[in-house]
Structure formats: C-alpha cells, structure tokens
C-alpha cells in the first residue's frame, strides 16, 4: 500500500534546517573571528616588545642624552660609561664586509640559475642551495671557527697586510684570525641563499617577451641581460641586498663565535670587533647588580630592533611592488 | 630569382613531438609569404627555425637545413646573433624595452656598434620611425618611456627598432592579432611598402588577411607542408584538398 508522505520534505525539515544553517554560520563567523585574532599576535608582539624595550631602557635613555650613549666611545660598565659607538661600528663593519663579499657572488650565481641554466640545473641547484640557509647558526659558527678564523690568520691576513697592508683598512694589527673578515666571510655564506633567492624570483618577473625582442635584434645573452633586463629589476635586486644585508644586522650566535668579541673601534677588517647582537647575547642576564647596565643592553636591543625593522620595512616595500602582492 | 630563404628536409621536434615534418619550401626574394594553416599546424615554429629562436626552448631537437642566400644557418661556423641581424621579427604582441622611444629603436644600432656617433644615430632613428610611420606622432617626445605609446604604435616602433639594424628579411609571427582593426591596416600598408626592399615572411591566421598581403602561400596541414603556390593560384584554385576545405571555411 502506498502511503502519502505527511508533507513535503522542505516544509517539515524547515526548522531544523533553519537551525542547522544558524549553527553553521555562527561557527563560520567563529571561526573568521579566531583566526583574525591569531593574526594579529604577530603584530601586537612586534608592538609589545618594542614597548618593552623602551620602558626597560627608559632609565638610561633619560639619563644622558642620546648623542652621548650613540657617539661614546667608551664601554666600562662599572664606571657607568655606557658608549654605544663600538658597538654601532662593529655591527656597521661586519655587516658591510658580509654584504660586500655575498653580493657579487650571489647575483651571479641568481642569472646564472635565471638566465642561463637549463631547467634541469635549475631543479638541482635551487634546493641545494635553500638547504644552505636551513643549516642553523651554531653550526656556521663552529665551521667559522675551525676553518674560517685559521684561514685568516694564516692565509688571507698575511697576504693582505703584504700586498695591501699599506692600506689602513687592510693592515694586520693584532694577528689572529678572530674579526671582522671573519665574522663578514661567514656572514656572507649565511646570506647567500636569501639573496639569491630573491634575486632569482625578481628575475623571474621579468616578462620572456622582453629577451626575445632583444635576441631578435641579434643581441647576446648578455647584452640582454646586462641593458635589458637587470636595468628593469635593479630597485628589486638592491632591495634584495638590503633584505640580507638586515638578516646580516641581526646574525648573532655565529658571528659571535669569530669576531673576537672586543669593544674597541675598529680601523681594519682584520681588527676584532663586537657587534650589537653580540653583546647582548654575551652580557645579559650576568652583572645585573649595576645599576643602568640592564637598560644600556635593553637600549642596545632597541637600537637593532629599530635598525633591522626600518631595512626590512624598506627593502618589503620595494620588493612587494615588483613582485606583486601575491608573490611575497 | 634566385629564393631568399631554401629550407631542406626540415624536421622539427619538442621532446618526442614531431612538430615539422620533412620540410622543404623556398621564399622569394622581396615578396611577401604567407604561412597559413589551422592552429598547431607548425606555422610557427617554421617561423622560429628561420631566426634560430626555435633553439631558445628547451628539449628541443632540429635536422636539415635552412639557407640564407645559399648560407645554412645552422652550420657550426655561424654566429647566432649575425643570423638574428639579417633576420628580424614583429612578435605578435609588441614587446617595447623598458626604455624611451628614442632608445628602443637606437638599442639595436648600439648593440652591433653600427652608427659612429650620437649624430648618425639620431638620423637613423628618425629615418626608421619615418619608415615605420611613426615619426609625426611622436617626434616631439623621443625620450619619452615607448610604455606610454597605445598598442598600435608600440608594434609601429617594433618595426622601426627591428629595421634598424638592416635586416634583409622581416618575420612576422601574427603581427596584427593583438591589434585594432585601424593599427592592424597601418601594420599592413607598411608591410606592402617594404616588401620592394625586404623578403616579408608572415605567418597568420586570418584568411582576409592573407589575401591582402600575400604573394606567395605556405599552406600548413599537421607539421607538414600541404601546399605552397603563388596567391593568386592558391586562391582560385587550390590543389590540395586540405587547402580547399581551409579556403572554404570547412574547419
């Protein structure tokens, strides 16, 4: 026997649907709730810490005029002489050495791979090359160590200070292979897979129909690549630069092990120096006992903070511009 | 007369594809050739294999030969960037340097060393941009970045910086497709006036198109060459049956 439904299906189920599509989109309004909330930690972290440095180094700050913490020269805690300077040049000349010896090297290499490799090549080097910067810290710091600080105090100091040492910068002074070099060819090592990385997807963009109108007019590889193409990316390469040059700014733990670690004002890139991060992961936590040294460690921690977000900020804004906001 | 452009026996592949097919066609001198043919039939690659730019994609792999004015092009001796000179190509979408207009059509003088100084380079410029027809429209903003020009003008000054490092021949890979019906009248009307001093060869795929311009058809059929004839002949009275059917609209 044929029975009739009571009625139809849509009506009777009505206020259950009715209440089962309520629950799904609370839980979708929920959830796009949460979700925003967890994205904005990262941002309130950046503002939290950046508020707490400057509350914690506050007492120092408002001591002495910034000039005579940045531009002072002398570092002798127990006299309260905080001088920022040594400190600020170390960072400075590190830095610039590791930029100096990576870029050449990792723009050549990024044509290279962009330009000229087969895709076969491609698909070898790029991992390869990524691994690189998944090698942590410590361990650039502890093959610094082993090959890099003898390497200069035996190999490259000498040779240096006899060909160049009439130069100040190139001149040996205290021989033993911790310094600035040092600490510069690690760093460059370390930054090499981020520039070249960079500098390949900035490569990338460019569109292929530009190097074929410059082959079509019997133009050579280079020639396209040196009047065609970098002329396009150069804003994206700098920033590139700049991107490893404010990861450079921040390395502590290997640069750390090979720069030797003296506050001193260094004259040549052999000389020892003690970089920022350095001295913050040196000293703090230990002599707490005199008064301002927490703040003078917490201002230094807010002057590279400061440093490396203006770099970041910058070389972002470049790269996001060329790359499209869907690249980055 | 002597053909401008012999190809023998040419076999063209992408990896394992079989994409030209035992090829062996002439191209007159100082006459237009039309390349016609259903999409995918080859018509462009063809086109490639006289510029040598089919090399540019990878896994590629070519036999036989092509001869310019008797010379292969493929032959171990010859200078890739010389063949490219003699051969010059208007892409199917016009592909202006990041640079100014004065720049775009003095980058191919410049990269051969072919003008002495800033004077004759002017002159030549100005020369090609007269050729091209694009001198009165922008004579008075050289150094303008070429970006700024609409698309029509922007393929005018591809022609101008493709003629200006004297090429004998002109390739043209669908050179009016991007363009608007007027643009696309320009492109033709300059095409007609320098095929007395150029060896024209255009691939399309608009049958009117061809009509207007050719002297001379390469009817293409699945990497092979189905027919080739002078253009009246081929348009009254095509041999081939694949020819008739394209003619007629039958694809």
């Known amino acids: 026997m044929m029975q009739q439904k009571p009625s139809d299906p849509l009506s009777q189920g009505s206020g259950q649907t009715q209440a089962f599509l309520q629950t799904r989109n609370r839980r979708d309004r929920t959830a796009r709730k949460a979700f925003f909330g967890i994205t904005l930690i990262p941002v309130l972290l950046i503002i939290v810490i950046t508020c707490l440095l400057v509350i914690r180094a506050w007492p120092i700050l408002s001591s002495q005029p910034l000039a005579n913490l940045m531009l002072g020269e002398v570092w002798k805690p127990t006299n309260e002489q905080f001088g920022f300077l040594p400190f600020i040049l170390g960072t400075v000349w590190v830095t610039l050495v590791g930029v100096i010896l990576a870029v050449p090297a990792c723009l050549l290499v990024a044509i290279y791979l962009a330009e000229y490799a087969r895709r076969s090549t491609r698909t070898i080097a790029k991992p390869v090359l990524d691994l690189l910067a998944a090698i942590p810290s410590v361990v650039y710091g502890v093959w610094g160590l082993l090959v890099i600080v003898p390497f200069v105090d035996d190999i490259l100091g000498p040779f240096f200070h006899r060909w160049l040492g009439f130069v100040p910068v190139f001149s040996v002074t205290q021989p033993t292979g911790f310094g600035i070099f040092a600490g510069g060819i690690v760093l460059a090592v370390m930054i090499a897979p981020l520039i070249i990385a960079v500098t390949f997807e900035v490569l990338s963009t460019v569109p292929d129909e530009l190097r074929q109108a410059s082959l079509s007019l019997g133009a050579t590889r280079w020639q396209t690549i040196s009047r065609v193409v970098l002329p396009r990316v150069l804003p994206g390469i700098i920033a590139a630069v700049v991107l490893g040059a404010s990861r450079a700014l921040g390395e502590t733990m290997a640069v750390l092990m090979v720069v030797g670690n003296v506050p001193s004002i260094p004259t040549s890139i052999f000389d020892t120096a003690y970089p920022l991060a350095a001295l913050i992961a040196n000293n703090f936590g230990e002599m707490m006992s005199i008064p301002l040294y927490d703040a003078a460690l917490l201002s230094a921690a807010l002057l590279l903070l400061v440093i490396i977000m203006i770099f970041n900020i910058l070389s972002t804004f470049v790269l996001q511009r060329i790359l499209g906001k869907a690249r980055i | ?251």
């Open chain 2, 1 to 251: 007369m002597e053909p401008h452009i012999q190809v023998k026996d040419l076999n063209a592949f992408y990896g394992k594809q079989h994409v030209l097919k035992n090829i062996n066609i002439e191209i007159p001198r100082n006459k237009i050739t039309v390349i016609m043919g259903p999409s995918g039939c080859g018509k462009s690659t063809l086109l490639k294999t006289f510029n040598r730019f089919f090399e540019l994609t990878e896994y590629t792999r070519l036999t036989g030969n092509v001869l310019i004015d008797g010379q292969d092009i493929y032959n171990r001796d010859v200078d890739v960037t010389e063949v490219r000179k003699v051969v010059g190509l208007l892409a199917q979408r016009p592909a202006v340097l990041p640079m100014s207009i004065f720049d775009n059509v003095a980058y191919g003088m410049n990269i051969h060393n072919m003008k002495k100084d800033r004077n004759k380079t002017r002159e030549a410029v100005q020369h090609y941009l007269e050729i091209a027809g694009l001198w009165e429209e922008v004579h008075t903003r050289l150094h303008d970045p070429a970006t700024g020009l609409s698309i029509g003008q922007q393929q005018r000054l591809c022609l101008a910086r493709g003629l200006a490092v004297e090429p004998e021949i002109i390739l043209g890979d669908e050179p009016t497709s991007a363009l608007d019906p007027i643009s696309s009248q320009n492109i033709e009307k300059r095409l007609i006036e320098l095929k007395k001093d150029y060896t024209i060869v255009i691939v399309t795929h608009t049958l009117r198109q061809a009509k207007r311009l050719a002297d001379h058809v390469i009817y293409m059929y699945l990497g092979e060459v189905a027919e080739t004839n002078s253009a009246p002949e081929i348009f009254t009275n095509p041999k081939h049956e694949r020819t008739k059917q394209y003619l007629d609209g039958i694809f």
